[in-house]
């Protein structure tokens, strides 16, 4: 497990989407990203997409919340071993939770090797 602050979390998410294409970030439209701890449910899981993919854009309307790609700290600091693995692995979980934005399957992105 990764000792790891709330605010450098917050820097590192902040690193990794810097890291993207920008390709990858141009048609992400009211979209916001969060950090939480750990999930209500405490499910093990790195990162959730909470939304309208593109492909279901057609019910998407007007006044609209926005999409919600949440991080969980807690769970990604003790999957890595290391701030190294942390780093790598927020980047993976952005790439893949960003892919739902796109309407990707969760199996086609695990053939893609983005999760």
């Known amino acids: 497990m990764v000792e790891v602050s709330h605010e450098e979390f917050e820097a590192l998410v902040s690193d990794g989407l810097d890291s993207l294409h920008d390709d990858m970030l ?21 990162g959730v997409y909470e939304g309208y993919s593109l492909a279901e854009r057609n019910i998407y309307g007007y006044g609209e919340e926005p999409d919600r790609i949440i991080l969980f700290r807690e ?30 399957s969760e199996e086609r992105i695990h053939e893609l090797g983005w999760g």
Do not use: W
Request: proline content about 4%; aromatic content about 6%; overall charge negative.
């Open 26 to 46: 141009t048609q992400l439209d009211n979209v916001i990203f969060l950090i939480e701890d750990r999930p209500a449910d405490g499910s093990p899981i790195l």
């Open 75 to 104: 769970n990604l600091a003790a999957h890595c071993s290391d701030m190294d693995e942390l780093v790598a692995e927020i980047r993976i979980t952005l790439v893949h939770e960003i892919a739902h934005f796109y309407g990707i």
